[in-house]
Nanobody
């Protein structure tokens, strides 16, 4: 199993930048699909970005070109660099680790979340 802790959230003005960090413990993330999700109050959780074991990345259309996900397996850490932030980016951001141990059995692990608020 793996434990995840997010950090780096805060209050930022539109157009500003922020870098989120997901620090893992208990297990190496090298065998996990890692991702960032976000959830605004009263809204459904949505995927923001994913990075595969191969380091192939995937982004939601809303953040493409502005956000960058990366992983440092040696440090057991995943990052989300957020640039050109918009008010609609305001949400709690969660780190996710996913692993399929059998074709029909998979596990998902979540951090506690970190608040990102974009406001003038």
């Amino acid at each position: 199993q793996v434990q995840l802790v997010e950090s780096g959230g805060g209050l930022v003005q539109p157009g500003g930048s922020l870098r989120l960090t997901c620090t893992a413990s208990g297990s190496s993330i090298s065998s996990y699909l890692m991702g960032w999700y976000r959830q605004a109050p009263g809204k459904q959780r949505e995927v923001v970005a994913e990075i595969q074991i191969s380091t192939t990345t995937n982004y939601a259309d809303a953040v493409k070109g502005r956000f960058t996900i990366s992983r440092d397996n040696a440090k057991n850490t995943v990052y989300l660099q957020m640039n050109s932030l918009k008010p609609e980016d305001t949400a709690v951001y969660y780190c996710n680790a996913h692993i399929a141990v059998r074709p029909t059995v998979a596990f998902d692990y979540w951090g506690q979340g970190t608040q990102v608020t974009v406001s003038p």
